[in-house]
């Protein structure tokens, strides 16, 4: 069992940078694969980006490639996604998700946290 916590975000204006956090429970956190996800209004769940187990191997969605880095530090239990020059459409809850297998962190993750809102005003 893994539990995720969300933390980090906020209101701000297109160009601003916000990071988020996201801290797990558990002594194994280095056995997850992690990932980002966001859900705007009226819109499904979408993949935002994903790291593995030892922060290796990246994967990021086209609308946020460049924009956006994913990152973690095993030793804190804590994945991060640093967001830069946001815009009014990257507006949604972000989700912190967790998957014990990499090939299906972005599809499938196997925990998801309560998600925090990010909203970026033009």
């Known amino acids: 069992q893994v539990q995720l916590v969300e933390s980090g975000g906020g209101l701000v204006q297109a160009g601003d940078s916000l990071r988020l956090s996201c801290a797990a429970s558990g002594r194994t956190f280095s056995s997850y694969a992690m990932g980002w996800f966001r859900q705007a209004p009226g819109k499904e769940r979408e993949f935002v980006a994903a790291?593995?187990?030892?922060?290796?191997?990246?994967n990021y969605a086209g609308s946020v490639k460049g924009r956006f880095t994913i990152s973690r530090d095993n030793a804190k239990n804590t994945v991060y996604l640093q967001m830069n020059s946001l815009e009014p459409e990257d507006t949604a809850v972000y989700y912190c998700a967790a998957s014990a297998a990499w090939a299906v962190v972005a599809r499938r993750p196997d925990y998801w946290g309560q998600g925090t809102q990010v909203t970026v005003s033009s």
């Open positions: 790291i593995s187990y030892g922060g290796g191997n990246t």
